[in-house]
C-alpha cells in the first residue's frame, strides 16, 4: 500500500470509568509482557474488531480488561497515534469515552498486571504517559475541574 493510500488504520476506543460511588477513575497498568508501552499505567483501550461499532467494542473491551459492567456518558477526545514505526499497519486513531460504573471489584485480564481507583486529579500526577494525561484532562474539563 503506498504511503498515500486512503482507508488503512487501526480503530480504538478508550475508557476513563468513573466509579458513580466514591468518584475515583481506574487505571490500569500493561504487563511487562505488552506489546506496546509495557507497563505503562493507562486507561482502558482496545482495537474495534470489523463491523462492530465503537460503544459495543467498548463494553466489550471493558468486560474483557476489567470484568466491570459501564454506561457510557459521552464520548471525550478524539487521538491519532502511530503504535511503533509511521507506517499504514500501524496508524491508530482512537475515541476515549466517559464511562461509569457502580462496582469497584476488578479482574483484570492478563494484559495488565495491576489497577487503581484514584482521584482523577491524583491520577494527573500519578501517571507519566502524555497521552493518557490528555484522556485526564479532558475528563476533568468535562467535570468542569
Not at 15 to 40: F, M
Not at 54 to 74: F, Q, S
Not at 116 to 137: M, S, Y
Request: aromatic letters at 10%; charged letters at 35%; glycine letters at 6%.
Amino acid at each position: 500500500m503506498g504511503r498515500n493510500e486512503e482507508g488503512k488504520f487501526n480503530f480504538v476506543v478508550g475508557a476513563i470509568v468513573e466509579n458513580t460511588k466514591t468518584g475515583k477513575i481506574l487505571l490500569i497498568k500493561r504487563s511487562s509482557s505488552s506489546d506496546y508501552e509495557p507497563n505503562v499505567w493507562s486507561v482502558i483501550t482496545g482495537r474495534i474488531k470489523q463491523f462492530e461499532d465503537p460503544e459495543t467494542a467498548l463494553k466489550r473491551e471493558v468486560k474483557e480488561e476489567t470484568g466491570l459492567k459501564i454506561n457510557i456518558v459521552k464520548p471525550l477526545r478524539v487521538f491519532h497515534i502511530f503504535r511503533g514505526d509511521k507506517n499504514a499497519d500501524n496508524e491508530t486513531i482512537g475515541i476515549i469515552y466517559w464511562c461509569k460504573t457502580k462496582s469497584e471489584k476488578v479482574k483484570f485480564s492478563n494484559e495488565h498486571s495491576d489497577f487503581k481507583w484514584c482521584n482523577p486529579k491524583e491520577a494527573l500526577t500519578f501517571v507519566k504517559h502524555k497521552g493518557v494525561k490528555q484522556d485526564i484532562k479532558a475528563f476533568l474539563k468535562e467535570r468542569g475541574q
